[in-house]
């Protein structure tokens, strides 16, 4: 396997995987552009291409436009995607205290491992892997999406209560819209633009992004000095000695990125949230800036890459958005991705995984050297930043579907989430909820609906293992959750 | 401007809230519900949810009583609602003006609002960087801006 890699890599294509990898960094770390976004108009682009010299465009874009959706969530406590949420928790934080340089290195050493983890494992055992990912039922994947609702103890340090009440509301507004399966408008009131639903991105872009804004200038009335960005000098012994967590995260990561659909967000939460409790006494508590909580959330989220190519080239299911685009990008070349992949054009396989491979050596080399370049930003004075960040976000909100409403909801959802910021609500988990609102609500009724014709409703929901060890884990996340929250309120 | 607060008082206020929503979306989810099997009922999942956040908002209201405690609450409350009427109004200029006027005002009162006075810095952020992103977003990356 990895003489065919190299015989397919040539200055040529590490050349296309860097120009993708650039775009990737751009297109990744602005809030409202995204990767599929920049994917889908690659395969445009290249229509008329060799099909390597495509896909390595396209992986570049891929790998490192995972990655650098970790940057604005660091410096700024924007998420690039949904799947950077889980990194702002402890990002944002070490960036307020002048160590956003460390956990940018941070996010760029464990991307890149949580790349290499994923590519192997699509390399090694992707057909095993397949195997699992189809034996999941919709009440599997219900269970799942509620496991990783049930994380929201980790979001929610002070307060289960109101954490659990973000979460539910962030489920209530992912039903807003036109109902997946039988298709009738829910609380829409007669407004058209809600028809299609409340999009992620203003969501995201306002309740992280322009929330932020407001609660700092209330706080400080624009008058703060700059941060200082690299207080202490960074040990990369320190930051390499996580990588076991790493590697155990990388694993969660690649695991969920084969389940079509969960993808990115689910699995960078439950690995933050196993990474809680492995890691009893972490240096800096989780939340407040622990480097933990980012090896957890970059390892798992970029992982997810091998993951959601393992179900597109062996069954022809994409396994996220992203790998949607890539299959579109694969038949309008010609190319049949499923079980006939392997015999018949077995050398698209190595390209892909070429062009990971590469990509994630460029995750290192743009993350170490560029990435730290746009760590400068928080030094500016904030009368100058914020302003522009501002800007960004009502650009962002509207570069998503171009439509003016979602810029409405941005500066909604940006109000709402500096009232919650000062009541002390939580936001994370609201976003948690309108991620995994639509897996649950169309898997729960699904499976509803098959228990309903089923001769053996005890056996189809207990007696499965993949239900049963969901089901498990639910128990003693939500028991973890009362045990914690029991502990603190004894010590206080 | 400083003031002190009741925490607990508001707590049960915010409950409250939460409370009459849910009562008011329970009512809501039911309408959507027109006879047809409950297991595929676009009603059943916004009835779970709002009956969960029904008995979380319960819980806060009697966490809160009877439990009060004084906490203060900071900040400059009036500048963060200048800063969004200005972005209310940048909203509907956008519509009326190009993209270029109403970001100039808009950062120009921003900066000012914020306490920037150097009106050639004022002027520096107001104008490059609009026109930047309408050089990279609109012609380079082919996004349609406002």
């Known amino acids: 396997m990895i003489r065919d890699i190299l015989n397919i890599i040539d200055l040529n294509f590490i050349l296309l995987v860097f120009a993708g990898s650039l775009t990737g960094l751009f297109v990744g770390a602005m809030p409202g552009l995204s990767v599929t976004m920049a994917t889908a108009l690659l395969v445009s682009v290249t229509f008329t291409w060799k099909t390597h010299n495509a896909m390595a465009l396209i992986m570049g874009v891929y790998t490192v436009g995972v990655y650098s959706g970790a940057v604005t969530a660091i410096l700024l406590n924007i998420p690039g995607a949904?799947?950077?949420?889980?990194?702002?928790?402890?990002g944002y934080p070490m960036?307020?205290?002048?160590?956003?340089?460390?956990?940018?290195?941070?996010?760029?050493y464990y991307s890149f491992l949580g790349t290499i983890v994923g590519l192997l494992v699509l390399g090694i055992s992707a057909k095993q892997v397949a195997k699992l990912a189809l034996a999941f039922t919709p009440m599997d994947y219900f269970l799942l999406a509620l496991f990783g609702l049930t994380t929201v103890g980790s979001l929610t340090s002070k307060n289960f209560t109101k954490g659990m009440l973000s979460a539910l509301v962030g489920v209530f507004i992912s039903t807003i819209g036109m109902d997946p399966i039988m298709g009738v408008s829910r609380f829409t009131y007669g407004n058209i633009n809600l028809q299609r639903g409340i999009s992620i991105i203003p969501v995201l872009i306002?309740?992280?992004?322009?929330?932020?804004?407001?609660?700092?200038?209330?706080?400080?009335q624009g008058k703060s000095e700059a941060l200082d960005v690299n207080r202490d000098k960074i040990s990369n012994k320190e930051i390499f000695s996580h990588w076991w967590l790493g590697i155990q995260s990388s694993i969660i990561g690649v695991l969920i990125g084969a389940l079509p659909g969960a993808g990115g967000p689910v699995a960078s939460l439950i690995a933050y949230e196993?990474?809680?409790?492995?890691?009893?006494?972490?240096?800096?508590?989780?939340?407040?800036?622990?480097?933990?909580?980012?090896?957890a959330s970059e390892a798992a989220n970029n992982a997810c890459i091998g993951g959601a190519l393992i179900p597109m080239l062996t069954l022809a299911v994409p396994g996220d958005a992203v790998t949607a685009v890539i299959l579109s990008a694969f038949y309008v070349h010609g190319l049949r991705p499923g079980p006939l992949l392997f015999s018949e054009t077995p050398e698209m396989f190595m390209v892909i995984l070429a062009g990971g491979f590469i990509g994630s050596i460029m995750i290192l080399i743009l993350g170490l050297t560029v990435a730290p370049l746009l760590s400068?930003?928080?030094?500016?004075?904030?009368?100058?930043?914020?302003?522009?960040?501002?800007?960004?976000?009502i650009i962002g909100s509207y570069a998503a579907s171009t439509n003016i409403f979602d810029v409405l909801l941005m500066l909604i959802f940006g109000i709402l989430g500096f009232l919650m910021r000062r009541r002390e609500y939580a936001v994370a988990p609201m976003v948690l909820g309108l991620v995994l609102g639509g897996i649950m609500d169309s898997n729960f009724r699904r499976a509803m609906s098959l228990l309903s014709s089923s001769d053996n409703v005890f056996g189809d929901l207990f007696l499965k293992?993949?239900?049963m060890v969901l089901s498990a884990l639910i128990v003693i996340s939500i028991s973890f959750n009362f045990v914690s929250f029991g502990r603190t309120k004894t010590d206080k | 401007m400083i003031w002190v607060g009741q925490m607990k008082n508001k707590e049960s206020i915010e409950g409250s809230i939460l409370l009459v929503l849910s009562i008011f979306f329970i009512r809501e989810s039911l309408k959507l519900h027109t006879g047809q099997s409950w297991a595929l009922s676009p009603a059943l999942f916004p009835l779970i949810i709002t009956s969960m956040a029904l008995l979380f908002s319960i819980s806060l209201i009697l966490k809160s009583i009877g439990k009060s405690s004084a906490y203060r609450e900071q900040g400059n409350v009036k500048l963060m609602l200048l800063i969004v009427a200005l972005s209310f109004l940048y909203l509907i200029f956008l519509e009326k003006l190009h993209f270029i006027p109403s970001t100039i005002l808009y950062l120009c009162g921003f900066t000012f609002i914020l306490g920037e006075r150097r009106w050639w810095i004022i002027g520096v952020i107001s104008i490059i960087t609009p026109l930047s992103i309408q050089y990279i977003f609109g012609n380079l990356l082919g996004v349609l801006l406002p």
């Open chain 1, 206 to 220: 306002g309740l992280f992004g322009f929330s932020e804004i407001l609660y700092q200038i209330t706080l400080n």
């Open chain 1, 465 to 467: 293992p993949i239900t």
């Open chain 1, 376 to 393: 400068k930003v928080i030094g500016i004075k904030q009368r100058h930043l914020f302003p522009i960040v501002a800007l960004l976000c």
């Open chain 1, 95 to 108: 960036s307020k205290k002048g160590e956003g340089l460390l956990a940018l290195k941070t996010a760029a």
């Open chain 1, 82 to 90: 949904p799947s950077s949420v889980a990194t702002t928790l402890d």
């Open chain 1, 274 to 295: 196993q990474a809680k409790r492995t890691n009893k006494k972490p240096k800096v508590p989780f939340g407040e800036g622990a480097v933990e909580g980012i090896v």
